[in-house]
């Protein structure tokens, strides 16, 4: 009955042009998602959703992520889209109000998969992610490499490969074993985020074998988590906050709608309920059976 949020940061829905999108040329079946077309996967729901949530100008990640974790139209009530990290307005507007949040006062567990560094968590930054807020404010745990080395945890890159660059080191682990340890971890409790922003940072420095690699890595996840979730009982969603990776004639982001991808129990009723970025945290409270 436990929902898992797969947030993948700057990946929105473009042509079928492998010139300029990693997605059409990298070898993906699940994660083939373009503009205009049906999801790849006949066991997925796919919703082309609305990240631009009639403000003007490009999404970017502060509104989006705060859009998507607490069902608000954060640029709307801002006045723009923010870029970046989280502002004290929109901690405000997570204050309560997040997945994290609701979840946790309809007693539920609900945890942000993602571990954080020791250098972190002992001198927190003043500039913080919308995620990280929102653990902090539904003062939730934050999961450290303890965990991680425990395979309770995810780093961001998911196969440490890039932990060294932190000043940490694990033993590296596949994509699939990544998955599956995040599936174990989704299984344990009603509500589980992990976050990705590699997809937003190839995007942006318009690295197209980069590109290709981190979905090919992206896809091996998701095939790690789906080949040990009861997709009878639990229900995965895959979804962005803005357009970025799919059209790197830009090295900015886009208005394209973003692909939310849904398997498992409930998929088609929860996808009913969404066509914006405000409509995934109604969806899944609803499917937890908490709105
Ligand atoms: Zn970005």
Redesign the pocket.
């Known amino acids: 009955m436990g929902v898992l949020l797969l947030f993948v940061?700057?990946l929105g829905l473009g042509e079928d042009d492998p010139g300029r999108n990693p997605v059409a040329r990298a070898r993906l079946r699940r994660l083939r998602l373009l503009r205009d077309c049906p999801a790849p996967d006949p066991a997925a729901t796919l919703i082309p959703t609305d990240a631009c949530l009639g403000v003007a100008g490009l999404p970017?990640?502060a509104t989006g992520q705060t859009s998507i974790l607490a069902g608000v139209n954060a640029p709307a009530a801002m006045g723009r889209h923010i870029?970046g990290y989280c502002t004290k307005s929109l901690a405000e507007i997570l204050d309560g109000r997040s997945l994290f949040s609701c979840v946790k006062a309809a007693g539920g567990e609900a945890t942000f998969a993602n571990a954080y560094t020791p250098a972190f968590l002992a001198n927190l930054p003043r500039f913080l992610s919308v995620s990280t807020v929102a653990t902090l404010r539904a003062g939730l745990r934050f999961r450290t490499l303890d965990d991680l080395a425990r395979g309770e945890a995810l780093f961001h890159d998911f196969t440490n490969r890039l932990l060294p660059e932190r000043g940490y080191s694990l033993p590296t682990i596949t994509p699939g074993e990544a998955g599956r340890r995040l599936a174990c971890l989704a299984q344990r409790h009603a509500f589980t985020m992990y976050e990705h922003f590699l997809t937003?940072r190839a995007?942006?420095t318009q690295d197209m074998a980069r590109g290709v690699e981190i979905l090919e890595d992206l896809e091996a996840l998701l095939d790690g988590v789906l080949s040990i979730t009861d997709r009878s009982a639990d229900l995965v969603i895959l979804t962005s906050d803005?357009g970025?990776l799919e059209d790197l004639s830009t090295s900015r982001?886009t208005r394209n709608p973003v692909p939310t991808v849904l398997w498992g129990a409930g998929a088609a009723e929860a996808a009913a309920g969404i066509k914006d970025l405000t409509d995934i945290a109604p969806a899944i409270l609803r499917h937890l059976g908490m709105l």
């Open positions: 940061d700057g970017q990640s870029n937003d995007g942006h803005h970025n982001h």
